[in-house]
Protein backbone atom coordinates (compact mmCIF):
# COMPACT_ATOMS: atom_id res chain seq x y z
CA UNK A 1 0.00 0.00 0.00
CA UNK A 2 3.03 2.28 0.27
CA UNK A 3 3.72 2.82 -3.03
CA UNK A 4 0.10 3.18 -3.93
CA UNK A 5 -0.35 5.57 -1.10
CA UNK A 6 3.01 7.52 -2.21
CA UNK A 7 1.50 8.09 -5.85
CA UNK A 8 -1.72 9.24 -4.42
CA UNK A 9 0.11 11.91 -2.01
CA UNK A 10 2.00 12.75 -5.22
CA UNK A 11 -0.55 13.05 -7.15
CA UNK A 12 -2.22 15.86 -5.21
CA UNK A 13 1.04 17.88 -5.15
CA UNK A 14 1.34 17.93 -8.59
CA UNK A 15 -2.70 19.26 -8.58
CA UNK A 16 -1.33 21.72 -6.12
CA UNK A 17 1.74 22.53 -8.18
CA UNK A 18 -0.16 23.05 -11.24
CA UNK A 19 -2.63 25.27 -9.65
CA UNK A 20 -0.13 27.53 -8.83
CA UNK A 21 2.04 27.26 -12.09
CA UNK A 22 1.58 31.01 -12.75
CA UNK A 23 2.90 32.07 -9.21
CA UNK A 24 5.67 29.99 -9.52
CA UNK A 25 6.56 31.53 -12.70
CA UNK A 26 6.58 34.91 -11.58
CA UNK A 27 9.05 33.53 -8.50
CA UNK A 28 10.93 32.07 -10.92
CA UNK A 29 11.48 34.77 -13.35
CA UNK A 30 12.62 36.62 -10.43
CA UNK A 31 15.32 34.19 -9.84
CA UNK A 32 16.15 34.37 -12.98
CA UNK A 33 16.80 38.00 -12.82
CA UNK A 34 17.71 39.02 -9.86
CA UNK A 35 21.46 37.99 -10.06
CA UNK A 36 22.20 40.75 -12.76
CA UNK A 37 21.04 43.28 -10.81
CA UNK A 38 24.04 45.05 -9.14
CA UNK A 39 25.01 44.82 -5.68
CA UNK A 40 20.77 43.54 -4.81
CA UNK A 41 22.26 40.05 -7.20
CA UNK A 42 24.98 39.70 -5.30
CA UNK A 43 23.40 39.58 -1.82
CA UNK A 44 20.43 37.82 -3.37
CA UNK A 45 22.38 35.40 -4.91
CA UNK A 46 23.59 33.66 -2.40
CA UNK A 47 19.91 32.62 -1.76
CA UNK A 48 18.30 32.73 -5.06
CA UNK A 49 19.99 30.54 -8.13
CA UNK A 50 19.50 30.05 -11.33
CA UNK A 51 21.30 27.98 -13.06
CA UNK A 52 23.25 25.14 -12.08
CA UNK A 53 26.12 23.40 -14.21
CA UNK A 54 26.94 19.51 -14.28
CA UNK A 55 30.13 17.79 -15.44
CA UNK A 56 30.61 16.98 -19.17
CA UNK A 57 27.03 17.63 -19.75
CA UNK A 58 26.85 21.72 -19.33
CA UNK A 59 24.88 24.00 -18.39
CA UNK A 60 20.78 24.32 -17.08
CA UNK A 61 18.94 27.51 -16.36
CA UNK A 62 15.57 27.88 -14.95
CA UNK A 63 14.08 30.40 -16.86
CA UNK A 64 12.52 31.21 -19.85
CA UNK A 65 10.96 27.57 -21.35
CA UNK A 66 11.87 25.90 -17.92
CA UNK A 67 10.70 28.63 -15.27
CA UNK A 68 7.75 26.87 -14.64
CA UNK A 69 10.70 23.72 -13.23
CA UNK A 70 13.07 23.70 -10.01
CA UNK A 71 16.26 23.37 -11.35
CA UNK A 72 17.35 19.87 -11.96
CA UNK A 73 19.98 17.90 -10.24
CA UNK A 74 23.29 16.75 -11.73
CA UNK A 75 23.09 13.18 -11.90
CA UNK A 76 26.55 12.87 -9.76
CA UNK A 77 23.75 13.57 -7.30
CA UNK A 78 21.28 10.91 -7.56
CA UNK A 79 23.10 8.68 -10.22
CA UNK A 80 22.40 6.64 -13.09
CA UNK A 81 23.00 3.44 -14.82
CA UNK A 82 22.72 1.91 -18.27
CA UNK A 83 22.69 -1.51 -18.50
CA UNK A 84 23.88 -3.14 -21.92
CA UNK A 85 21.91 -6.48 -22.96
CA UNK A 86 22.40 -8.38 -25.98
CA UNK A 87 21.27 -11.76 -27.64
CA UNK A 88 24.54 -13.10 -26.48
CA UNK A 89 23.88 -11.39 -23.03
CA UNK A 90 20.18 -11.92 -22.61
CA UNK A 91 20.13 -12.09 -18.94
CA UNK A 92 23.84 -10.97 -17.75
CA UNK A 93 23.79 -7.39 -18.83
CA UNK A 94 26.98 -5.49 -18.39
CA UNK A 95 26.40 -2.21 -16.63
CA UNK A 96 27.91 1.05 -17.62
CA UNK A 97 28.40 5.06 -16.29
CA UNK A 98 30.22 7.98 -18.43
CA UNK A 99 33.63 6.61 -17.54
CA UNK A 100 33.04 2.88 -18.23
CA UNK A 101 34.74 1.25 -21.72
CA UNK A 102 32.43 0.27 -23.90
CA UNK A 103 32.05 -3.14 -23.64
CA UNK A 104 33.60 -5.92 -26.79
CA UNK A 105 29.74 -7.08 -26.48
CA UNK A 106 28.71 -3.98 -28.31
CA UNK A 107 28.18 -4.30 -31.49
CA UNK A 108 27.79 -1.06 -33.70
CA UNK A 109 26.76 -2.53 -36.49
CA UNK A 110 22.94 -3.08 -35.48
CA UNK A 111 20.46 -1.26 -33.34
CA UNK A 112 21.36 0.62 -30.46
CA UNK A 113 18.13 1.32 -28.63
CA UNK A 114 17.68 2.80 -24.98
CA UNK A 115 14.44 2.19 -22.98
CA UNK A 116 13.77 4.73 -20.01
CA UNK A 117 11.26 4.39 -16.92
CA UNK A 118 9.27 6.83 -15.60
CA UNK A 119 8.98 7.75 -12.45
CA UNK A 120 9.54 6.30 -9.13
CA UNK A 121 9.82 3.19 -11.70
CA UNK A 122 13.79 1.38 -11.69
CA UNK A 123 14.85 -1.36 -13.67
CA UNK A 124 12.76 -4.07 -12.08
CA UNK A 125 9.59 -2.27 -12.71
CA UNK A 126 7.86 -4.86 -14.32
CA UNK A 127 7.29 -3.87 -18.16
CA UNK A 128 10.72 -3.38 -19.11
CA UNK A 129 12.22 -6.44 -19.09
CA UNK A 130 9.75 -7.87 -20.62
CA UNK A 131 10.18 -5.09 -23.60
CA UNK A 132 13.89 -5.68 -23.83
CA UNK A 133 13.50 -9.39 -24.71
CA UNK A 134 10.62 -8.53 -27.03
CA UNK A 135 13.42 -6.01 -28.70
CA UNK A 136 16.03 -8.51 -28.32
CA UNK A 137 14.09 -11.41 -29.94
CA UNK A 138 13.11 -9.77 -33.01
CA UNK A 139 17.03 -9.56 -33.94
CA UNK A 140 20.08 -8.79 -33.16
CA UNK A 141 20.41 -5.35 -31.11
CA UNK A 142 22.32 -3.28 -27.88
CA UNK A 143 19.37 -2.85 -25.68
CA UNK A 144 20.70 -0.56 -22.12
CA UNK A 145 18.04 -0.42 -19.86
CA UNK A 146 18.31 3.19 -18.74
CA UNK A 147 18.14 3.44 -14.86
CA UNK A 148 17.96 6.56 -13.07
CA UNK A 149 15.96 5.49 -10.11
CA UNK A 150 16.92 8.50 -7.56
CA UNK A 151 16.34 11.12 -10.35
CA UNK A 152 12.71 9.99 -10.59
CA UNK A 153 11.96 9.16 -7.18
CA UNK A 154 11.53 12.69 -5.89
CA UNK A 155 7.97 12.88 -4.23
CA UNK A 156 8.03 16.18 -5.09
CA UNK A 157 7.07 15.21 -8.51
CA UNK A 158 8.02 18.54 -10.36
CA UNK A 159 11.95 17.88 -9.27
CA UNK A 160 11.66 14.22 -11.40
CA UNK A 161 10.23 16.36 -14.21
CA UNK A 162 13.46 18.61 -14.24
CA UNK A 163 15.62 15.45 -13.78
CA UNK A 164 14.43 14.49 -16.90
CA UNK A 165 16.55 17.08 -18.49
CA UNK A 166 20.29 15.62 -16.79
CA UNK A 167 19.45 12.09 -17.66
CA UNK A 168 18.72 12.48 -21.45
CA UNK A 169 21.47 15.17 -21.37
CA UNK A 170 23.15 11.77 -19.76
CA UNK A 171 21.92 9.12 -22.37
CA UNK A 172 22.94 12.00 -25.51
CA UNK A 173 26.50 11.96 -23.66
CA UNK A 174 26.59 7.88 -24.20
CA UNK A 175 25.27 8.10 -27.82
CA UNK A 176 27.78 11.27 -28.71
CA UNK A 177 30.58 8.47 -27.43
CA UNK A 178 28.81 5.44 -29.55
CA UNK A 179 29.48 7.48 -32.63
CA UNK A 180 32.65 9.41 -31.87
CA UNK A 181 34.38 6.46 -30.84
CA UNK A 182 32.40 3.35 -32.89
CA UNK A 183 31.12 5.28 -35.69
CA UNK A 184 27.29 4.45 -34.73
CA UNK A 185 24.76 5.84 -37.30
CA UNK A 186 22.53 7.77 -36.10
CA UNK A 187 20.12 6.05 -37.86
CA UNK A 188 20.83 3.02 -35.60
CA UNK A 189 19.71 4.72 -32.61
CA UNK A 190 16.17 4.39 -31.17
CA UNK A 191 15.12 5.86 -27.75
CA UNK A 192 12.31 4.11 -25.79
CA UNK A 193 10.72 6.23 -22.50
CA UNK A 194 7.79 5.51 -20.74
CA UNK A 195 5.96 8.64 -18.71
CA UNK A 196 8.55 11.56 -17.53
CA UNK A 197 10.97 8.61 -19.77
CA UNK A 198 9.63 9.86 -23.01
CA UNK A 199 10.98 13.31 -22.27
CA UNK A 200 14.14 12.08 -21.26
CA UNK A 201 14.26 10.81 -24.56
CA UNK A 202 13.21 14.23 -26.12
CA UNK A 203 15.99 15.78 -24.80
CA UNK A 204 18.48 13.45 -25.47
CA UNK A 205 17.72 13.68 -29.07
CA UNK A 206 17.62 17.61 -28.70
CA UNK A 207 21.39 17.14 -27.75
CA UNK A 208 22.07 14.37 -30.26
CA UNK A 209 20.71 12.93 -33.35
CA UNK A 210 18.57 10.06 -32.52
CA UNK A 211 17.21 7.97 -35.64
CA UNK A 212 13.86 6.98 -33.84
CA UNK A 213 12.37 7.84 -30.68
CA UNK A 214 8.74 6.47 -28.93
CA UNK A 215 6.73 7.98 -26.58
CA UNK A 216 4.70 5.76 -24.27
CA UNK A 217 1.89 8.05 -22.56
CA UNK A 218 4.70 10.92 -22.03
CA UNK A 219 4.15 12.36 -18.88
CA UNK A 220 1.70 15.29 -18.88
CA UNK A 221 1.42 17.54 -15.86
CA UNK A 222 4.31 20.18 -15.88
CA UNK A 223 4.95 19.06 -20.01
CA UNK A 224 1.65 19.69 -21.74
CA UNK A 225 0.77 23.45 -21.00
CA UNK A 226 4.24 25.01 -22.26
CA UNK A 227 6.60 25.18 -24.70
CA UNK A 228 7.81 22.48 -26.84
CA UNK A 229 11.12 23.12 -26.06
CA UNK A 230 10.88 21.70 -22.71
CA UNK A 231 8.93 18.30 -23.92
CA UNK A 232 9.28 15.33 -26.07
CA UNK A 233 8.25 16.75 -29.78
CA UNK A 234 8.56 15.34 -33.21
CA UNK A 235 11.63 17.76 -34.29
CA UNK A 236 13.98 15.33 -31.74
CA UNK A 237 14.46 12.57 -33.98
CA UNK A 238 14.00 11.48 -37.26
CA UNK A 239 11.01 9.71 -36.72
CA UNK A 240 8.74 10.05 -33.29
CA UNK A 241 6.18 8.29 -32.49
CA UNK A 242 3.40 8.36 -29.91
CA UNK A 243 0.83 6.05 -27.52
CA UNK A 244 -1.40 8.41 -25.46
CA UNK A 245 -3.31 6.83 -22.66
CA UNK A 246 -3.90 8.79 -19.93
CA UNK A 247 -4.34 12.14 -20.68
CA UNK A 248 -7.81 13.42 -19.67
CA UNK A 249 -7.06 16.20 -17.59
CA UNK A 250 -3.96 18.55 -16.12
CA UNK A 251 -3.32 15.92 -13.46
CA UNK A 252 -4.02 12.63 -15.52
CA UNK A 253 -0.30 11.07 -15.64
CA UNK A 254 -0.55 11.12 -19.25
CA UNK A 255 -0.41 14.00 -21.97
CA UNK A 256 -2.81 14.55 -24.60
CA UNK A 257 -1.06 16.86 -26.59
CA UNK A 258 0.40 15.57 -29.76
CA UNK A 259 4.32 15.30 -29.80
CA UNK A 260 5.28 13.12 -32.43
CA UNK A 261 5.59 12.95 -36.04
CA UNK A 262 2.43 10.29 -35.68
CA UNK A 263 0.52 10.20 -32.08
CA UNK A 264 -1.91 7.37 -31.60
CA UNK A 265 -5.23 7.87 -29.41
CA UNK A 266 -6.29 4.73 -28.49
CA UNK A 267 -9.72 5.13 -26.95
CA UNK A 268 -9.39 8.80 -27.47
CA UNK A 269 -6.51 8.66 -25.45
CA UNK A 270 -7.87 9.63 -22.56
CA UNK A 271 -9.46 6.64 -20.07
CA UNK A 272 -8.67 2.91 -20.98
CA UNK A 273 -11.42 0.09 -21.33
CA UNK A 274 -10.95 -2.19 -18.22
CA UNK A 275 -9.42 0.55 -16.39
CA UNK A 276 -12.73 1.35 -13.73
CA UNK A 277 -11.83 1.67 -10.50
CA UNK A 278 -14.26 -1.72 -10.15
CA UNK A 279 -12.08 -3.84 -12.20
CA UNK A 280 -9.52 -4.14 -9.76
CA UNK A 281 -7.02 -6.73 -11.00
CA UNK A 282 -4.70 -4.87 -12.23
CA UNK A 283 -2.12 -4.73 -15.51
CA UNK A 284 0.05 -7.05 -14.01
CA UNK A 285 0.06 -10.28 -12.21
CA UNK A 286 1.27 -10.22 -9.36
CA UNK A 287 1.01 -10.99 -5.36
CA UNK A 288 -0.41 -7.87 -4.37
CA UNK A 289 -3.62 -7.40 -2.00
CA UNK A 290 -6.74 -6.39 -3.99
CA UNK A 291 -6.66 -3.45 -1.69
CA UNK A 292 -3.35 -2.26 -3.53
CA UNK A 293 -4.54 -3.27 -6.81
CA UNK A 294 -7.37 -1.45 -6.91
CA UNK A 295 -5.56 2.10 -6.17
CA UNK A 296 -2.99 1.00 -8.50
CA UNK A 297 -5.32 0.07 -11.31
CA UNK A 298 -7.91 3.69 -9.99
CA UNK A 299 -4.78 5.64 -10.11
CA UNK A 300 -1.51 4.91 -13.33
CA UNK A 301 -3.96 1.76 -15.38
CA UNK A 302 -4.81 3.96 -18.06
CA UNK A 303 -1.17 5.38 -17.66
CA UNK A 304 0.70 1.94 -17.53
CA UNK A 305 -1.67 0.28 -20.91
CA UNK A 306 0.73 1.96 -23.03
CA UNK A 307 3.87 -0.24 -21.82
CA UNK A 308 0.90 -3.38 -22.50
CA UNK A 309 -0.23 -2.29 -25.83
CA UNK A 310 3.67 -1.67 -26.86
CA UNK A 311 4.63 -5.11 -26.34
CA UNK A 312 1.21 -6.87 -27.17
CA UNK A 313 2.36 -4.96 -30.72
CA UNK A 314 5.74 -7.06 -31.03
CA UNK A 315 4.87 -10.54 -33.52
CA UNK A 316 1.15 -9.62 -35.03
CA UNK A 317 1.54 -7.24 -38.19
CA UNK A 318 -2.52 -7.16 -38.17
CA UNK A 319 -2.88 -5.67 -34.50
CA UNK A 320 -3.33 -2.14 -33.40
CA UNK A 321 -4.08 -0.67 -37.31
CA UNK A 322 -5.66 2.80 -37.09
CA UNK A 323 -9.37 2.80 -38.08
CA UNK A 324 -9.14 6.81 -38.19
CA UNK A 325 -6.37 9.15 -38.81
CA UNK A 326 -5.50 12.41 -40.33
CA UNK A 327 -7.50 13.70 -37.12
CA UNK A 328 -8.16 17.40 -37.05
CA UNK A 329 -9.01 17.69 -33.24
CA UNK A 330 -7.48 15.29 -30.23
CA UNK A 331 -10.53 16.47 -28.55
CA UNK A 332 -12.95 15.43 -31.05
CA UNK A 333 -12.25 11.29 -31.68
CA UNK A 334 -13.23 9.87 -34.12
CA UNK A 335 -15.01 12.47 -35.17
CA UNK A 336 -12.72 14.95 -36.58
CA UNK A 337 -10.85 12.03 -38.53
CA UNK A 338 -11.04 10.43 -41.96
CA UNK A 339 -11.81 7.20 -41.77
CA UNK A 340 -8.76 4.22 -42.63
CA UNK A 341 -9.91 1.29 -44.63
CA UNK A 342 -6.84 0.01 -46.49
CA UNK A 343 -3.45 -1.69 -45.96
CA UNK A 344 -1.77 1.58 -45.44
CA UNK A 345 -3.04 2.56 -42.32
CA UNK A 346 -0.67 3.20 -40.11
CA UNK A 347 -0.19 1.03 -37.11
CA UNK A 348 0.62 1.74 -33.42
CA UNK A 349 3.15 0.08 -31.44
CA UNK A 350 6.50 -1.25 -32.71
CA UNK A 351 5.46 -1.74 -36.28
CA UNK A 352 4.71 2.65 -36.26
CA UNK A 353 8.24 3.09 -38.18
CA UNK A 354 6.82 1.09 -41.32
CA UNK A 355 4.33 3.53 -41.68
CA UNK A 356 7.25 6.24 -42.00
CA UNK A 357 9.08 4.52 -44.21
CA UNK A 358 6.66 3.87 -46.68
CA UNK A 359 5.20 7.58 -47.03
CA UNK A 360 8.96 8.71 -47.66
CA UNK A 361 10.15 9.52 -44.64
CA UNK A 362 8.11 12.89 -44.83
CA UNK A 363 8.20 15.34 -41.62
CA UNK A 364 4.24 15.75 -41.85
CA UNK A 365 2.58 15.19 -38.21
CA UNK A 366 -0.28 13.06 -38.11
CA UNK A 367 -3.06 11.72 -35.12
CA UNK A 368 -4.86 8.54 -35.68
CA UNK A 369 -7.35 6.82 -33.77
CA UNK A 370 -7.88 2.96 -32.95
CA UNK A 371 -9.97 1.29 -30.50
CA UNK A 372 -8.83 -1.62 -27.80
CA UNK A 373 -10.42 -4.80 -25.83
CA UNK A 374 -10.95 -3.73 -22.00
CA UNK A 375 -8.43 -6.59 -21.40
CA UNK A 376 -5.66 -8.56 -22.87
CA UNK A 377 -4.85 -9.51 -25.75
CA UNK A 378 -5.69 -5.76 -26.25
CA UNK A 379 -6.08 -5.95 -29.78
CA UNK A 380 -9.27 -5.72 -31.18
Known sequence: MQTCLTLLIAVSLIHVA??????????????????KIPIVGRVAGYFLSHKVCCPEVGCFEACGDFSHLPLPECVEDYGIKFHLYTQETPNTPTTLD??????PEFDPSVRTIFIVHGWTEDQDTPWLQPVKDLLLEQGAANVFLVEWEEGADELYYPQSASNTRTAGAEVALLTDRLKQELDVSPSLM???????????????????KFGHITGLDPAGPWFDMFTPVSMLTHTDADFVDVIHTDGSSSVTPGALLEMGHIDFYPNKGKHQPGCSILDYEGIYDSDES?????????VTC????????????????????ATYYNCKDRENLP???VPCTTDA????????????????????????????????????
Open 18 to 35: TANRNRRGIWDTARCHVG
Open 190 to 208: WCIGFSLGAHTCGYAGKTT
Open 290 to 298: IAESLTQNA
Open 335 to 337: ESC
Open 345 to 380: CPQMGVNAIEWYNRNGKSDATMKAYLETNSAAPYCE
Open 302 to 321: SHFRATAYFMESFGNAECFK
Open 98 to 103: RSTEIP
